[in-house]
């Protein structure tokens, strides 16, 4: 700790004004956040709306036996592992390839739900691992995109209102998935994957954006 306070004195007093940093971000009309942030937005809302909450699947995991109250925590903490890896990566990806490399963790991740939901339990570790990278991509990348897409001075208003866009429809989705649950497994999983890969043609298109601008 000593050592990172010596690091930050002198990060400070070489470069005390970080902004200098930044690229030059064309002026955009308006007075409102930019129609691409929205555009991702909803995207991004798909995604949160159909990704399965931990508590769903390990309850799930424990009603139909695949998992016993011993291996389901080990099963959240190799997720968690898996989680953590991919972020490095696809944050690493993003950095190289941009927005692009996100439809690509959608694709992988939104196959956990059909593994998870109507598998065994050896489908159903394969199912945890796809969500464990399905929930580092969504750390990594999700917010760092926004960046790229409005100026400095609307980032702080962009990030509130993208937090609270994904974390409703997050809890929208959670509660809907419950609902489902109750109705039908196979149900569940229709609407997860489905509602998942609508959001790629979506992501597509604000990647096609970001390229031409």
């Given at each position: 700790m000593?050592?990172?306070?010596?690091?930050?004195?002198?990060?400070?007093?070489?470069?005390?004004n970080p902004r200098?940093f930044?690229?030059?971000t064309?002026?955009?009309?308006?007075?409102g956040?930019?129609r691409v942030?929205?555009?991702?937005?909803?995207?991004?809302?798909?995604i949160a709306?159909?990704y399965?909450d931990?508590?769903?699947?390990?309850?799930?995991?424990?009603?139909?036996?695949?998992?016993t109250?011993?291996?389901?925590?080990?099963?959240?903490?190799?997720?968690?592992?898996?989680?953590?890896?991919?972020?490095?990566v696809?944050?690493?990806?993003?950095?190289?390839a941009g927005?692009?490399?996100?439809i690509?963790a959608v694709?992988?991740?939104?196959?956990?739900?059909?593994?998870?939901?109507?598998?065994?339990?050896?489908?159903?570790?394969?199912?945890?691992?796809?969500?464990?990278?399905?929930?580092g991509?969504?750390?990594?990348?999700?917010?760092a995109?926004?960046?790229?897409?409005?100026?400095?001075?609307?980032?702080?208003?962009a990030?509130?209102?993208?937090?609270?866009?994904?974390?409703l429809?997050?809890?929208?989705?959670?509660?809907?998935?419950?609902?489902?649950?109750?109705?039908?497994?196979?149900?569940?999983?229709?609407?997860?994957?489905?509602?998942?890969?609508?959001?790629?043609?979506?992501?597509w298109l604000?990647?096609?954006?970001s390229?031409?601008?």
């Amino acid at each position: 700790m000593y050592f990172q306070y010596q690091e930050l004195l002198v990060a400070q007093r070489l470069y005390p004004n970080p902004r200098d940093f930044e690229q030059d971000t064309p002026t955009l009309e308006g007075q409102g956040l930019p129609r691409v942030f929205w555009i991702y937005l909803g995207a991004v809302a798909l995604i949160a709306t159909g990704y399965a909450d931990f508590p769903l699947i390990a309850y799930h995991l424990q009603k139909e036996a695949i998992a016993t109250e011993q291996t389901i925590p080990l099963l959240y903490a190799l997720a968690m592992g898996v989680d953590a890896i991919a972020a490095l990566v696809f944050g690493r990806l993003f950095d190289r390839a941009g927005i692009s490399i996100l439809i690509i963790a959608v694709f992988l991740s939104l196959m956990f739900a059909p593994l998870v939901f109507l598998g065994s339990s050896n489908l159903a570790l394969l199912g945890m691992i796809l969500w464990g990278i399905g929930m580092g991509a969504q750390e990594s990348i999700l917010k760092a995109a926004v960046a790229g897409m409005v100026p400095m001075e609307k980032r702080a208003s962009a990030y509130g209102t993208f937090s609270a866009g994904y974390g409703l429809a997050w809890f929208l989705g959670s509660a809907l998935m419950g609902i489902l649950y109750d109705q039908s497994v196979s149900l569940l999983v229709v609407f997860s994957v489905v509602i998942q890969f609508a959001a790629i043609p979506i992501l597509w298109l604000v990647g096609r954006h970001s390229r031409a601008s």
